[in-house]
């Protein structure tokens, strides 16, 4: 009975497939936390691979490269993001409420982890100097640029208002301003804001948008 019970409390073995899969998230997981410490250009892929506890040939049976490597962490970083603005933007009562939501998280996000802007500022000058590299690099962007106006769009509608430009633009013209406030915030970290930033952020989004 006992070992009856004991057969039937195992843990069903994964397929290849879910192995696979497994072993792509955690050295992807393992991937974003050396990136952060030591940078694009630092980071080695056997550091990556003793974070997550496999060996080197772990890493390349599952990604050609370093940069495929980081544009797998890249992807998570923004399909993480896209939940987060939703939940941070979806449930204000004015549509001013949640631009102004989205911002505060943005600041937040920034703060708490001030290591991703340099990380990602560093990954695209490299991208930009191989252009394979870069045409995925920008794949992987648009698609997280789409995403945001799809939430944007759902906002405004939401609130009987209408953007002066197609959403596309909008939800590019927002991340822009981060990342070019997030450079300054580099160099003088004590320009840094939440007030500022939620006042600025605002203003443009809501000159992007006409209210009836």
């Known amino acids: 009975m006992e070992a009856s019970t004991a057969t039937t409390r195992r843990r069903p073995r994964l397929s290849r497939a879910e192995r696979k899969e497994r072993t792509r998230a ?16 630092q980071a080695s892929l056997d550091a990556i691979a003793e974070q997550a506890g496999y060996t080197k040939g772990a890493v390349y049976s599952n990604f050609e490269s370093k940069d495929e490597l980081f544009l797998a962490v890249l992807a998570g970083r923004y399909t993480e993001r896209i939940g ?88 590019r013209a927002s991340g822009g301003f981060m990342r070019g406030v997030g450079i300054e915030w580099m160099l003088e970290p004590s320009t840094a804001s939440l007030e500022e930033f939620e006042q600025a952020h605002c203003a443009l989004m809501m000159g992007l948008t006409e209210t009836s």
Do not use: C
């Open 84 to 171: 987060n603005y939703a939940e941070a933007a979806l449930d204000q009562p004015r549509l001013e409420d949640s631009y102004r939501a989205v911002a505060r998280f943005m600041f937040e996000q920034d703060r708490r982890d001030p290591r991703w802007a340099p990380l990602l500022l560093e990954f695209w000058a490299h991208a930009s100097r191989r252009e394979d590299l870069r045409r995925a690099a920008v794949e992987t962007r648009e698609r997280f640029i789409e995403a945001i106006a799809g939430l944007v769009e759902r906002l405004v509608e939401r609130h009987g208002a209408r953007l002066r430009l197609p959403a596309k633009e909008v939800a």
């Open 26 to 41: 955690e050295l992807t997981a393992a991937a974003a936390t050396v990136f952060l410490r030591e940078g694009f250009h």
